[in-house]
């Protein structure tokens, strides 16, 4: 299992399953994106994809066992993040698998490398709706993680409440299931040193870097966060779009990006049974290999 240096220090933590042609996944999750959230989805594209494919999972930094420093979230810098892994396997061209937030991942990494994508396949995209969701909706999963710190602090001057995020990440390293830790919870709990580096922060200025972090990953303008809209009516290689359900992955999002990309094929995708969830791991196999060249 193992990891990639970045420029500034950042650890990258992927793995390889299978062979064949390579194809990189890009988890869902509520604002990380780690391999172990796939735990959770209705197919296990690590172990069902590996049969026919080189399946290349990644932790992307700030998630899973992927580590570091405490910066803003940035697409661009996560796209880059994803080729060089891409390098490290030396995988030339590759297809995408995303689901939930990994599709805007996907967005950023079409458009910064198309040439390294032979096709997307993205499950339950993320987005900003009109009468479905509003950007409260994305913005509050940094709520708790900001109020923590704050709350605390009457109670602990020392440092400003920060002991008390270190507290919370120590009981649960995993922001999707304990907000209040922040998106650097799984470090926290992990290498007591990175601690040092928030206390040096203060209060302040963490709760500056949440914001920043958040709004990074949900900024305003586009409805697709990671690209314009417009990227999307250009996009360069086939896609396979899944719908989601509501909330912060609408059906009207996946309609929409199946309706502007100019080779893109809506699936009414079946999650709810055993004979749905087959015929549309089928369907996800089938496109991949329709893509690869023969």
């Known amino acids: 299992?193992?990891?990639?240096?970045?420029?500034?220090?950042?650890?990258?933590?992927?793995?390889?399953?299978?062979s064949g042609e390579p194809v990189l996944l890009l988890a869902p999750g509520d604002a990380l994106s780690r391999i172990d959230d796939w735990d959770e989805n209705f197919y296990h594209p690590v172990r069902e994809l590996a049969e026919h494919f080189q399946v290349i999972a990644m932790d992307q930094r700030h998630g899973g066992r992927s580590k570091a420093p405490a910066t803003p979230f940035s697409y661009e810098q996560a796209a880059a993040?994803?080729?060089?892994?891409?390098?490290?396997?030396?995988?030339?061209?590759?297809?995408?698998?995303?689901?939930?937030?990994?599709?805007?991942h996907a967005w950023r990494l079409v458009a910064e490398a198309p040439e390294r994508i032979r096709s997307v396949v993205c499950q339950e995209p993320v987005g900003r709706e009109e009468g479905t969701n509003a950007f409260a909706d994305f913005f509050s999963l940094f709520d708790e993680a900001m109020r923590l710190p704050r709350a605390a602090s009457f109670d602990d001057a020392?440092?400003?409440?920060?002991?008390?995020?270190?507290?919370?990440?120590?009981?649960?390293?995993?922001?999707?299931?304990?907000p209040a830790a922040g998106p650097f919870a799984q470090r926290?709990?992990?290498?007591?040193?990175?601690?040092?580096?928030?206390?040096?922060?203060?209060?302040?200025?963490?709760?500056?870097?949440?914001?920043?972090?958040?709004?990074?990953?949900f900024p305003a303008g586009s409805p697709y966060f990671s690209v314009p809209e417009e990227t999307v009516s250009?996009?360069?290689?086939?896609?396979?779009?899944?719908?989601?359900?509501?909330?912060?992955?609408?059906?009207?999002?996946a309609e929409r990006i199946a309706a502007?990309?100019?080779?893109?094929?809506?699936?009414?995708?079946?999650?709810?049974?055993?004979?749905?969830?087959a015929q549309t791991v089928g369907t996800i196999v089938g496109f991949l290999n329709e893509n690869t060249p023969k």
């Open 260 to 277: 502007q990309a100019p080779s893109a094929r809506l699936v009414d995708a079946g999650f709810d049974s055993a004979g749905k969830r």
């Open 188 to 217: 926290l709990r992990d290498d007591t040193e990175f601690h040092k580096e928030i206390l040096a922060l203060r209060r302040e200025k963490y709760i500056t870097l949440l914001v920043r972090f958040r709004d990074g990953l």
């Open 158 to 178: 020392e440092t400003e409440g920060l002991a008390a995020v270190f507290a919370a990440a120590a009981r649960d390293g995993n922001f999707a299931t304990n």
């Open 81 to 104: 993040d994803q080729l060089a892994v891409l390098d490290e396997v030396g995988a030339q061209q590759a297809h995408v698998v995303a689901a939930g937030i990994g599709c805007a």
């Open 234 to 253: 250009e996009f360069p290689v086939p896609l396979l779009v899944l719908p989601g359900k509501g909330g912060r992955q609408p059906q009207g999002v």
């Open 1 to 18: 299992m193992p990891d990639i240096v970045r420029p500034d220090g950042a650890h990258i933590h992927y793995e390889v399953s299978g």
